[in-house]
């Protein structure tokens, strides 16, 4: 038994946030085709993320589940990243 | 300790006073603490124990103080080490390679060594290039390891400062022989060194020494590690041994198919520039790297001079 | 933190929280299993800029835009399945299960379609083609068989357990009183969504 | 298999009887401590047989010059024992022994929340023992690259290394998994009332393993995919032929290698801190202070790795930062040490066999913590780095911290798992043994690493002959310190039962109820009103 109350989210929402997240990739591939050096692949990376976001809170359930699942995606999320930044301690400088 | 070999020794080993003087003091005060601990609040001697859960004063205390302990042993541990990183403009260059097995030691001027010749109280900076796997230069004496990473060129200096032999080991795990690829590093005072470093370049005495068949190829056999895998003995290595192989038959494995083969000119350029096309039968294909960026057929042409002169 | 302590059931066997907490944990496995490629994409892409750049126009960005459609759409479908399963009502999950797979199943086809055209030019990993590809690309090339290869491993294992769930749910082993193995197939398809989300612009998208 | 029996005698989780009896009983068992001791017997067997390759290394390793092995078959010989102690002995370790076995116990839980899957994870323990194994005997040899894989050794060599690497890999999914189960019952099963400060440290410290088992494996697990693929498809990622980066392997290495160093110790500080207060009728000193470490060690662990590479040639801003932040690493386990320390202060000292294994720990934990400051230091690494210091460390603080903790543990639950007593004073004869032989073991390699004998060596120079003739006899007469202490815990096993439901008088959960446990544990689940240690 789940002792979480149900947050049922209606079938709307959920069309919205595909209409949302389709939007998005077409913005990022419409992005991605004008030239603006490296800012290409860091406007491709903003994006993604929120897509990633929205699909984690929303499709994922994020937003209206208990707390803890959000803290710990965001930990989560935080480790990977410092180990990214970590990493490149190497490579930035050699 | 503190044996003044390299510039780098002194930093290094106070490195080491300061980190070890720290841990055994803490660790012979601990120690201690809990014996005494365990004596005086024996059961026998104190039978009812007093609860304390805990003081956060003790703890604040008992963070602080070896977090700043640590940071002095990584300050001293940085200072040792931070000028290893830079060596002056005006070293002297030296190639150092390294390959399954072997070491080779390439000058300036064009000499080639497999044991590492230097000036005393010169600076001196070797490039380090791995032509297969990783291995690395290890130089105890002088408190200096870099590693050589193939693709990549690591970089290392000291100034050796006594004169003396030195072991230098290899201390990345590289196969087979990884313990049998040790060298010596020569600090010679600068006469001395530079006596060595005009005679190893005069091309003459290398002609000279062309004229007896068979010694020019020994060196170029020798100062390219052939031997750590072939020997001129009989005995077994991780190649088939060098001695009575020129005109002998060999069964080697080509492309998967077993032929028998005569091992003459030809057979042994191949299986020096291209091992892998013919393995010879019991032994492993890709062993023996290609040394096709090493020798040319000049070398070669003496190597089997030298081959033929092993009945 | 402290409301959550009190929940030992006496029904060992239902947890649905449980169930679901364990799925988020292993859903953090794979997002670092993914992670780790995705550092070594992110340094080799930065020693070999050019490259990746020059190699990923071998790649069609119309068949990933496609793909990417496919897997936003199917992602919402399965989050719609379980609303509907949520209102009880069957019909529309059992007919959203259907649709997820279904994308599922052409998200691969496509897919076969497009390392089938690279096989056809002799790309494919051990060929010699990309032996006698420049280091860069060679990377690149390993890097997008190895990255979308596992990605679409994930993609069967998401059919699988969707596959599963679509049969109890038929067999109403699944329902709208007991629906936690829906819930969690629906977590881990949204997973493997989530990553083709980035698989995508440093695939496709490079410039 | 868990139906309540109905019955008034509960049967203990060893006579029960399931679907099936006898082996198929055991093999098909989803109870956690019935799981525990499968963890405990066949890690027994492959640590017995890591110890005797260790003793085979040891005793080539007598005098220079060949002596009962070829260079191949040290090699080989290195790498299985490495592979054996690490993956299957010390990383499952203490943890799944004795996690399995108590954590339940000890939060007052019938078993851990996913008893299947916990099943699973001994199989697939077993498969990845299995398919390394294989490594030996299939392909062309045994694997010579060490327990680390180097590339592109490892991409060179010709022996079997595929097999031994895809082992490791479904090892690291069945800690994956393990650790995954112990969260989850963390934070579903405590009993009534044990809100998370209420919960026995051990339990703590394995909060903290799960969550390094989860997030470094992976990693790990995926580069040994890459190696595999690189072996088997020619894909390329690590070989520099092919612009691959080998120092980018040793990264993702010990992204995960690092970390699993916690995951050995975390566990095994976390028995010894259950040990501790019980013997001195004490509650824990600094219980708050000891969580945070905890958890402390298992985050900061996450970003020390690159002190394994500090001559691969990174560049010198990481090499700083990872000095730097290993010496931070080092501060929780201090704040641990301390408190075990003032844990004694004041206390009631019952001087027992497993107090005594407790007191040994600390003293070589602390050996081999404080060669890893000398590791940490840039300057000092640079000399000591793949020398026989560093071997000297980790098994001062491998063996000799997760090991004494496994064996401490051992003899503290021993009487709980199986309702036996054993002789104390041939136990304490034969820790006493063990642990002089011990000390000769390894301390002399910190005098070989220091004055330069590599490690890995087949062969040395005659100037490290010395030591390395101590070093051997230390190992004889480690084992038979070990031998002692084994056959002392056997016959017990094999001896009378005994009504020990709390023979050292503790104050943990798993002493409330009878031993051995009855099979759900607890006949009613306790209601928890107070902390773990309260004397
Ligand atoms: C259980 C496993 C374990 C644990 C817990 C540790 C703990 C530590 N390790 Fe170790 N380590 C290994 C297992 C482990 N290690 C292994 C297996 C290898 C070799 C891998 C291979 O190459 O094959 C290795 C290698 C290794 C290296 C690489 C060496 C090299 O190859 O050059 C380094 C370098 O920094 C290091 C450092 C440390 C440090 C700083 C700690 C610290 O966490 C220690 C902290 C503890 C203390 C400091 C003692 C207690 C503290 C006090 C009593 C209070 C007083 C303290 C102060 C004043 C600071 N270790
Ligand atoms: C938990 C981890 C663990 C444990 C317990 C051990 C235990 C031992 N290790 Fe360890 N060792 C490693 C982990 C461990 N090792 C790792 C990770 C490596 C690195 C591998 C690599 O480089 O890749 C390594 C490498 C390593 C080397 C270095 C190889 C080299 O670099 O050249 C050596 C050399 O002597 C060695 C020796 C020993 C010995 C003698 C024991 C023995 O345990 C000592 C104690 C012996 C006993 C307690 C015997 C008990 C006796 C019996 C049970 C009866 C049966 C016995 C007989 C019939 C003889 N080990
Ligand atoms: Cu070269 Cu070891
Ligand atoms: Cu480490």
Redesign the interface.
Known sequence: MSDEKIHISPYKSHIMVLLGLIVLTVITVLITSVEMGPYNTTAAMIIASIKGAIVLLYFMHLRFDQKIYGIMVAI?VA?FA??IV??F?????? | MYSGASN?VS??DT??VV??GI??I??VG??L??LW??YR???KR??????????NT??VV??VI??IL??V??F???????P??NAPENAMKIRANARMWSWLFEYENGIKTDTLYVPLDKAVALDLISL???H?L?I??F?????M????T?KMWFIAQKAGNY?L????????????M?TEVKVLPQPEFDVWYARMADTTLQKEAAKIPGVRGRQIVQTNGCLACHSADGSKLIGPTFKGIYGHTVVVNTDGREREIVVDDEYITRSIYEPDSDVVKGY????MISYKQQLNDADIAEIIEYLKTLK | ??T?????HAD?HR?D??AK??MW??I???I??????F??YS??RF??PVAFELAHEELSITMGFINTIILLVSSATVAISITAMQKNDRKITLAMLGITLLLALVFLINKYFEWGGKFEHGMY??SEL??NL???D??F???Y??MTG?HGVHILIGMILLGITLVKVKTGAVNSGKYALLENSGLYWHLVDLIWIFLFPLFYLIH | M?EQTEHKYLPNYLEYRGKYKGLAGWLTTTDHKRIGLLYFYSMMVFFLAGVVMGILMKLELISPGEQIMG??VY?GLFTLHGLTMIFLFVIPGVAAVYGNFFLPILI????V???R?NLMSWYLYIIGAIVVLTSQFMG?GPP???WTF?A??SL???TNVVAAVTGAFILGFSS?LTG??F??TM??????????LRMPLFAWALYGTGWIQ??????V???F??VI?ERL?????FD?????????YQ??FW?YSHPAVYIMILPAMGAITEIIPTF????I?????IVISSMAIA?VG??VW?HHMF???????????F??LT??V??PS??K???W??T????????KTPFLWA?CF??VF??GG??G??L????????V???AFVVAHFHYIVFGGTGFAFFAALHYWYPKMFAKVYNPKIANLGLFIFFVGFNLLYFPMFYLGM??M????????PMFHNANILSTIGSWIMATGLLIVIINLVRARRGTGKEVNDPWDGKTLEWTIASPPIVENFEE?PVVDHGPYE?
Request: glycine content about 10%; charged content about 15%.
């Open positions: 989560v480790i410092a180990v970590v990493t301690f190497d490579y930035l400088y050699r | 780098f930093a290094t490195a080491f980190v070890i841990s055994v803490f660790l601990i120690t603490t809990m601990f365990v609040y024996n059961k104190n039978p009812v124990a007093t609860q304390i859960h805990g003081s003790l703890e008992w963070t070896p977090t640590v940071l042993m990584f001293y541990g940085w200072a040792g080490y931070s290893m990183r297969d796997v990783i690395s290890y105890p004496a408190r200096v390891k870099e590693d990473v193939p693709g990549k690591n072991e080991f290899c201390t990345e795990y590289c196969g087979l022989s990884h313990s049998y040790f492993t294909k890709g062993m | 933190m402290e959550i302590t009190t929940h030992q060992l947890d929280t449980a907490l364990g944990l292993f953090f496995t794979e670092l299993l993914f992670g780790g490629l550092i070594v340094v080799y020693k070999n990993p051990g990309m032996k420049s280091n860069g060679m990377l090339f390993s890097l068989f190895f596992l | 868990e260079a191949q090699n007052g839980a019938k078993d929340s996913f008893p899957l062309d010579d690259t060490g180097y592109p050794y060179k060599t010709q994956i995954l189960n969260i989850v934070h579903r099963l405590r009993a009534p009332g044990m809100g998370w989860l997030l470094a494996t992976p990693i697990g995926i580069t995919l890459m693929a498809l020619g894909i390329g990622f520099p032929a092919i612009g691959g980066d080998p120092i980018l990264h993702l992204i001195a009728r004490k509650t000193f600094g219980y708050t202070a985050f996450y970003f690159g001559t691969s040639g990174m560049s010198s801003t990481s090499r700083w930062v000095s730097l010496f931070l080092a501060i201090a704040i040490v301390f408190n320390t003032a004694l202060y004041k206390g009631s000292i019952n001087i007191i600390i003293f602390m050996i404080f060669s400051l000398v940490g230091s840039l300057a000092t690494d640079i000399h780095h793949d020398t004055i330069g590599p490690r890995r060596y087949y062969d040395y120079l689940i004397y």
